[in-house]
């Protein structure tokens, strides 16, 4: 495949800091040899959402206010930092959570959402979604397509949303942008992708040296994911994976991605195909970093960097528009 040229590089320096050094280093020594002993199987996978419970122990460092929405097959979070009014006059990010098809959730990711809605100054919308093993790849877009619509009922303009996610949920902030025009929804202003799952193909990734290298997560777990959510009677769909879809209709986005993870091919082949599309777009590369580590490590410095540049891309690429009444 032809890969998009420069993409930029962090940190800046070309070294990364002490603390993450550190911290990949846990990962890779003891989380992931321990991951590779989980059989992927349903009955495992139900335990999964235990893991967002256990998050609800994990401190968040910037003072946020927390809504929480149940409206039909709508289940969301509003996050807003300290000093972000109510409503949605200025815009908001719809963040889908990542997890793998399998896990994550409001508890997992709320750290993130809060340093993005401090630094954005948006309430951030975290998105709950059905996964496996009780709902397929597509019910996933279903349920996003659907908080998207309800964030649009709130009387946002479509052009101040940001969709955002990471791993699964950068597949699925894609996904959700791509399949806006089928159910008949305005596109949103922009797209931002962290550490994004892009194609559930493994051909290629598996074939590529980051399968080698990938300090956190096995590769046969993806494959083996990819296999629940997406094959029917034994068959991958290609059109189920974003990186295959009508890119032309895509808005601005922002793809962010890890030098050795296992996922970087998907995140350069997107952007080369965005390029191709003539979608205007990012590719960041952190070096020395794990799988969606914002979302994991969120207080390390890089961590911090990336938050600080999806808030310049969110800028930039997003219209503060007058929210006009809900009808």
Same mark, same amino acid.
């Given at each position: 495949?032809?890969?998009?040229? %420069?993409?930029?590089?962090?940190?800046?320096?070309?070294?990364?800091? *002490?603390?993450?050094?550190?911290?990949?280093?846990?990962? *890779?020594?003891?989380? *992931?040899?321990?991951?590779?002993?989980?059989?992927?199987?349903?009955?495992?996978?139900?335990?999964?959402? =235990?893991?967002?419970?256990?998050?609800?122990?994990?401190?968040?460092?910037? +003072?946020?206010? !927390?809504?929480?929405?149940?409206?039909?097959?709508?289940?969301?979070?509003?996050?807003?930092?300290? +000093?972000?009014? /109510?409503?949605?006059?200025?815009?908001?990010?719809?963040?889908?959570?990542?997890?793998?098809?399998?896990? +994550?959730?409001? &508890?997992? &990711?709320?750290?993130?959402?809060?340093?993005?809605? /401090?630094?954005? +100054?948006?309430?951030?919308?975290?998105?709950?979604?059905?996964?496996?093993? @009780?709902?397929?790849?597509?019910?996933? !877009?279903?349920?996003?397509?659907?908080?998207?619509?309800?964030?649009?009922?709130?009387?946002?303009?479509?052009?101040?949303?940001?969709?955002?996610?990471?791993?699964?949920?950068?597949?699925?902030?894609?996904?959700?942008?791509?399949?806006?025009?089928?159910?008949?929804?305005?596109?949103?202003?922009?797209?931002?992708?962290?550490?994004?799952?892009? @194609?559930? @193909?493994?051909?290629?990734?598996?074939?590529?040296?980051?399968?080698?290298?990938?300090?956190?997560?096995?590769?046969?777990?993806?494959?083996?994911?990819?296999?629940?959510?997406?094959?029917? @009677?034994?068959?991958?769909?290609?059109?189920?994976?974003?990186?295959?879809?009508?890119?032309?209709? =895509?808005?601005?986005?922002?793809? =962010?991605?890890?030098?050795?993870?296992?996922?970087?091919?998907?995140?350069?082949?997107?952007?080369? *195909?965005?390029?191709?599309?003539?979608?205007?777009? /990012?590719?960041?590369?952190?070096?020395?970093?794990?799988?969606?580590?914002?979302? !994991?490590?969120?207080?390390?410095? %890089?961590?911090? %960097?990336?938050? %600080?540049?999806?808030?310049?891309? !969110?800028?930039?690429?997003?219209?503060?528009?007058?929210?006009?009444?809900?009808?």
């Amino acid at each position: 495949m032809t890969l998009t040229p %420069e993409p930029r590089h962090h940190p800046e320096g070309g070294r990364p800091s *002490r603390r993450s050094v550190v911290a990949t280093r846990l990962v *890779r020594g003891l989380v *992931r040899p321990a991951l590779r002993h989980v059989p992927i199987t349903p009955p495992v996978l139900r335990v999964a959402p =235990l893991i967002d419970l256990a998050a609800r122990l994990l401190p968040v460092q910037t +003072g946020i206010d !927390v809504e929480t929405v149940r409206d039909g097959q709508v289940h969301c979070e509003i996050v807003r930092a300290d +000093g972000v009014g /109510e409503g949605y006059a200025r815009g908001s990010v719809l963040y889908f959570h990542g997890g793998g098809f399998v896990a +994550g959730g409001f &508890h997992t &990711h709320r750290r993130l959402a809060a340093a993005l809605s /401090e630094r954005t +100054g948006l309430p951030v919308v975290q998105a709950r979604y059905r996964y496996l093993p @009780d709902a397929t790849v597509p019910e996933s !877009v279903s349920d996003c397509l659907a908080a998207y619509r309800w964030l649009l009922g709130q009387g946002i303009a479509p052009e101040s949303v940001v969709f955002a996610g990471d791993s699964a949920g950068g597949f699925l902030s894609l996904s959700t942008a791509l399949g806006s025009a089928t159910a008949d929804l305005p596109s949103p202003g922009a797209v931002v992708a962290v550490s994004p799952w892009l @194609d559930l @193909d493994m051909a290629d990734k598996l074939a590529h040296r980051n399968a080698a290298t990938e300090p956190f997560l096995p590769a046969a777990a993806f494959a083996r994911i990819a296999e629940l959510g997406g094959h029917l @009677d034994g068959h991958l769909d290609p059109a189920l994976s974003p990186v295959n879809g009508d890119l032309a209709t =895509l808005p601005p986005t922002l793809l =962010l991605a890890c030098d050795d993870e296992f996922l970087r091919l998907d995140s350069e082949v997107m952007a080369s *195909r965005l390029a191709a599309a003539g979608v205007p777009h /990012e590719l960041h590369i952190w070096r020395g970093q794990i799988h969606a580590f914002p979302v !994991v490590f969120p207080f390390l410095p %890089e961590s911090r %960097e990336v938050t %600080e540049v999806i808030a310049r891309f !969110v800028r930039e690429h997003v219209r503060a528009a007058v929210a006009t009444p809900a009808a």
